[in-house]
């Protein structure tokens, strides 16, 4: 696998309230509790630059919130867990059945029996409230442009304001539907952070929120949710968002939507439109670090977008909030930058080298091998080992023995897989077909991060090419509408876009997809 030969050092340090900070350096806390009060955070006019903008909408989401697939553990049907979150963090007590997750902001102490728990194991140090580390240490000048959130946008709920219904809701914000002034049909989704915690400067904090937003509105691809606007409302930050009124994929696969083998069309569209929105963050030099089910949504249209860069990484070339970089990113791209040792993201879709904190590691790396991830959930319709450690899970125990196997025959390391030689494992050889995405997902899911295939090799495999898709590859793509539903859909021209609904047909009372690209009215 090709991967730059130059890296250095991330120049980041993590922020002051992250898992890594406080596990790395959390004597200079004190007898400070981590469940301080939380303080608020006004921004003001000399922090940034003001000026207001009006902007565009082509009004897509964040998501409806679900209950987990129970796969790893099958407890049975009577029992339900919660969704996996890069939000929770638990602790084992000496009781086998009942486990304590810490105090935290905004949150009293809770139990929870394991049948619960998000996952059969409670999440290691690191993979709580979000270990959030700032990409690169922001100047003081750095310039946004603000707007205080109700001079643009409304509520959906007149009366209850920002306490009515949420899309979602996390330890660090939560997501509410607003619309355009004078354009109740201009849907967003505004996502409000929380106030600053009292072991954070304020600074830090601004830094933080910045760095998310700067990221976010510098991304621009069909498979990436659009961000819009920096609001104020209430002391707390906003980002303005696209609105997908279809939720995220947790929810389809938590009812099984995907799983039937008459659904493989639907799986594979899905899993290319993921590889076509990581690989464009790749090539501009950022890495997401926390690809799962949760932070990827389904528009109307039945497209996949990849949301939340809370604890995004720019891993090469000019942060998107500096001002030498305009605004874009991608800007004087250069050396590769690792990451500190340190978890972020949730367990199950986590890469081993990151999971066992022993070196720096490269965040592309990571982005690939969770990918590979929710493709395992697309197939299985759940998570077929709890994390990547050996030892834990006899699934993932087998796929190292596979590699190391392979590796013992193939002493040679410039040796690669070929159609009929390549590793096994038993899950993946009886589930996945065709055999091409088993040895594609066998390479993306090499334990040794060093060897795993890169992004841009998984997109340009000869056989993902050739996966029918109903995304283009970006906004400047030539592309030529195929309905795949007609039987003599043909075309030799540019690159062929096909019709796809990967949604459940329309039942009583519920909304309404309408007529899809290619279809009268669309």
Known sequence: MHRSTTTTRSNTPPSPTSPLEISNGGNHMGSQPAHSIVSESLPNSDDFSAKKKNRSSSGLSLGLRGRAVNFVTGHGPGHR?????????????????????????????????????????????????????????????????????????EY??????????????????????????????????????????GRESKDDYDKKIKS???????????????????????????????????????????????????????????????IQGVNYLHSNGIAHRDIKLENLLISKDSKLKITDFGVSEVFCGTHPGVRESGGQCGQNMGDIRLCSPGICGSEPYIAPEVLAKKS?????????????????????????????????????????????????????????????????????????SPP???????????????RRISINQVINNRWMKNVECCQAESYDDPTHVID??????SWNGPRKIFCHSHLPPKTKGSHSLGAMPGQPGY
């Open 436 to 450: 091409a995405l088993r040895r594609l997902m066998l390479q993306m899911l090499n334990p040794d991060p060093s």
């Open 360 to 432: 720096e590691y490269d965040p592309r790396a990571l982005d690939v091998w969770s990918s590979a991830v929710v493709m395992i959930y697309l197939i299985f319709g759940g998570a077929i080992w709890p994390r990547a450690q050996p030892g834990i899970n006899k699934v993932y125990d087998n796929l190292v023995k596979g590699w190391d196997k392979w590796y013992k025959n193939h002493p040679d390391p410039d040796a690669t897989i070929t159609e009929t030689d390549y590793p096994h494992c038993t899950a993946l050889d009886f589930a996945v």
């Open 212 to 274: 998310e937003y700067s990221i976010a509105k510098s991304l621009h691809h069909p498979n990436i949710i659009e961000t819009f606007r920096l609001c104020t409302d209430h002391s707390r930050w906003n980002h303005v968002m696209e609105y997908c009124s279809e939720g995220d994929l947790f929810s389809l696969v938590s009812k099984g939507w995907l799983k039937p083998e008459d659904k493989k069309k639907d799986r594979l569209c899905l899993f290319k439109q993921l």
């Open 484 to 489: 795949a539903s007609k039987p003599d859909a």
């Open 156 to 197: 959906e709920s007149k009366f209850l304001g920002r306490h009515g219904k949420h899309l979602g809701k996390g330890a660090a914000s939560k997501v509410t539907l607003m619309s355009r002034k004078g354009c109740p049909t201009e849907l967003y989704a505004v996502k409000e952070f929380r106030g600053k915690s």
């Open 81 to 153: 867990r919660d969704r996996a979150s890069s939000f929770d963090s638990t602790k084992r007590t000496d009781s086998p059945h009942v486990v304590q997750q810490p105090p935290c902001e905004n949150d009293n102490q809770q139990t929870y029996p394991p049948e619960r728990l998000p996952w059969p194991l409670p999440p290691d140090a690191g993979t709580g409230a979000k270990a959030r580390r700032m990409s690169l240490s922001l100047p003081d000048d750095f310039t946004v442009d603000i707007v205080e959130l109700t001079k643009e946008f």
